[in-house]
């Protein structure tokens, strides 16, 4: 008999620019589903950074929660992420979106120099502690970075993105559509997805390649 | 050369509960993209007709408009559903969710006596006097069936709202996880998706099995 392994995935919202990026969350459950996994979602109890209109790209006078929102990815089944226990998981991903840089931390206000939500940082170091393998797709890895440091990552080919990375004290390696970068010693495994211009089959592709690679390493 | 066939996607906004279910539409999406055809997405620029708390089910005191929330699914690239024109697609598909019985209908909350947003009803019927198909996911047969009649759809099993779709006009016929019902006449296809208890691995052979469909039909 074999134990199906349990994933946690972390959200941030709903919505690529204030929140969660809604295909690589739907995109990352369904790889999980097909390999044979089960998926619980998490997101921080907190307010948005801000809303942004997704037709205009201005924000809007609005106040959103982080958790009620990422609920609309979940259909209703989520919960605070400080409920997170690394124990009972075998691998914690984080799907992207700008809900990584702005509610999760704020790396795309301060860069380097950005904070990081206490939650998130938690979860991610009693993940490394507990010796279970972290998956980051997009923006993620920059969050990663700021939480462990000497850390081997991809946000695929942008300069900024990548500079940033390296001030926080991570090595960034250059990476294409799908493809996979990982950390053999904090066991990270990251993607680059719509940090690149690309299609949503090739996002699929990406999580598929990050969820079956935790797989193997949990 | 082969001609890379357009399929225009109709959404309602965002969330399972107020708006277009987030898995279904990022599948349909996925599904055509993976077919090697394009998609453009639409929503009916109206206010939504309420907004829910995806993590407790109860309405907020806000209001919402269904182009701008749909536009989260579409990372911003959507149209006015006012701009469709039959002419320029091969295909038109209405993913599920609530939305589609609140926002693109009254169903609902009115069931056969419902009416349908006016834009809804003329993509509908200029799509089908054009000759080309429709595909339909989840509760959206059911507003199909209130703008053409005597039309075979499926929603699954649910007996309620099967007997709504008769008493419109339509014929019911039961199905389970990714199974078609295919209405000759009127070029409509149908699937139940998360009508059923279904897990995000069967939405995605739904909406694969839908959209491979209608592609052989246009």
Chains 1, 2 share one sequence.
Do not use: W
């Not at 941030?12 to 390999?35: F, Q």
């Not at 209109?53 to 259909?75: D, K, P, Q």
């Not at 009972?88 to 700008?98: C, E, M, N, Q």
């Amino acid at each position: 008999m074999t134990i199906q392994k349990k994933l946690a995935v972390v959200l941030s919202g709903c919505g690529v620019y204030d929140g969660a990026e809604i295909h690589e969350a739907t995109l990352t459950m369904l790889a999980i589903a097909k390999a044979g996994a089960s998926y619980t979602l998490f997101a921080p109890n907190i307010t948005q950074h801000h809303v942004i209109n997704h037709l205009t790209g201005e924000e809007m006078n609005e106040s959103r929660n982080v958790l009620v929102e990422s609920a609309r990815i979940a259909r209703g089944e989520i919960q605070d992420l400080k409920e997170y226990k690394a124990a009972d998981f075998d691998a914690l991903v984080f799907p992207g979106g700008f809900g990584a840089a702005k509610n999760l931390s704020t790396f795309a206000f301060e860069g380097p120099e950005c904070s990081v939500n206490e939650d998130v940082e938690l979860a991610v170091k009693s993940t490394v502690q507990a010796g279970k393998p972290i998956g980051a797709l997009c923006i993620t890895p920059a969050v990663i970075t700021k939480i462990l440091g000497k850390v081997d990552v991809t946000i695929g080919n942008d300069s900024g993105t990548a500079g940033a990375i390296e001030a926080m004290g991570g090595k960034h390696v250059q990476t294409t559509h799908g493809e996979i970068v990982i950390d053999r010693n904090y066991r990270v495994v990251s993607t680059p997805c719509y940090m690149l211009d690309a299609t949503i089959d090739q996002i699929e592709i990406g999580a598929r390649n990050v969820i079956k690679t935790i797989l193997t390493m949990s």
